[in-house]
């Protein structure tokens, strides 16, 4: 009786379709999401929206790095001062200061998702807060600060803090690690402010190794020390290739906007004669560059690089109607 149900049913549809009629299709209704209170808060604020846009009175922190650090290559081994401003946009004032320091997700004691070779972590010296030296307290991958008096929205705070760390080697660890002394790629190599936001306040959960892409969008002035010979890349643009680029690799670089071939910047031969970088008395170098309103910077350096650029066109970006172009770099070993 059921069978023959679903084939009359069938020969109906099937004979409305061809008179031209489509059978009516059933709405699916999904069932409700019930919004966290957080979010629904911020809704009747006006910061957030029902269907994801930001609201009218939407608003975001906002932080400034200098970051000035040295690498050792032989030691696998950077240090380096983190200057840290954060600006408060928050309505509302701030009682403390929240810092993540996910290099200490390589710590022996640490919380992991995943197998990892430990290290010390990061090794901090001198933490100030405005000038002053204060005292932090340090949990697992966390660093907090309590602010002496509350801070206002639209005023500004800065941390400084001193600070090593032994590079992982390659492989041993998450987003980052060295390859003897020819490679080197820095993930978490800075402390960095966690989120605070219009739904959760601060956002500074435990890091076990993922789950670690929420942050504010900040400007960075990086400069990093490596030794002559070190190409090095950074989030941002290089301030200082007259000090750093050799004169064949500046000229290089300034014919690729006048073409739309790969151009070799720094290639094999360069590294065979020696000549990837320019040279220094000391043996070192300082290589500077600056990022506006990004939301990390990672480094990579290396001696064993061969370095290509060209670049893309971007439609719009000065304008409607006012295409222009972003940079693309590509460092790599020739057996790649």
């Not at 032994?166 to 002394?181: C, I, L, N």
């Not at 400069?223 to 200082?240: D, K, S």
């Amino acid at each position: 009786m059921q069978t023959r149900l679903h084939l009359a049913l069938f020969a109906s549809q099937l004979l409305s379709t061809l008179q031209g009629q489509v059978p009516p299709v059933a709405r699916v209704v999904p069932y409700p999401i019930d919004l966290p209170p957080g979010v629904e808060a911020a809704i009747a604020k006006g910061t957030r929206t029902a269907n994801g846009r930001p609201g009218p009175h939407y608003w975001s922190n906002f932080a400034h790095y200098t970051i000035v650090a040295e690498l050792d290559p032989k030691a696998a081994r950077l240090q380096g001062t983190a200057t840290a401003t954060y600006h408060n946009r928050a309505p509302e004032p701030l009682t403390q200061l929240v810092l993540h320091l996910r290099q200490n997700l390589m710590k022996p004691d640490a919380q992991r998702t995943r197998p990892i070779v430990p290290t010390n972590g990061f090794e901090l010296g001198t933490v100030t807060l405005d000038g002053e030296e204060v005292r932090p307290r340090v949990r697992d991958t966390r660093l907090y600060l309590r602010l002496p008096k509350p801070l206002a929205s639209g005023e500004k705070a800065t941390v400084a803090i001193t600070y090593a760390f032994d590079v992982p080697v390659a492989g041993t660890a998450p987003r980052m690690g060295h390859e003897k002394d020819d490679v080197f790629y820095l993930g978490y190599w800075y402390p960095q402010f966690a989120v605070y936001d219009d739904v959760e306040g601060w956002v500074a959960d435990r890091y076990r190794g993922n789950g670690e892409f929420y942050m504010d969008y900040a400007d960075y002035d990086v400069a990093i020390t490596a030794p002559v010979g070190y190409l090095v890349r950074a989030t941002g643009e290089l301030r200082n290739p007259d000090e750093v680029l050799t004169g064949k690799a500046r000229a290089a670089l300034a014919t690729v906007p006048g073409t739309r071939d790969i151009v070799h910047v720094v290639d094999k031969d360069d590294l065979a004669a020696g000549a990837a970088t320019a040279t220094s008395e000391s043996g070192k170098l300082i290589w500077k560059f600056r990022a506006e309103n990004v939301r990390d910077c990672a480094v990579s350096l290396g001696r064993t690089y061969v370095w290509d650029a060209t670049y893309a066109v971007i439609k719009d970006k000065n304008g409607p109607g006012k295409d222009g172009t972003a940079m693309i770099h590509a460092v790599y070993e020739t057996n790649a």
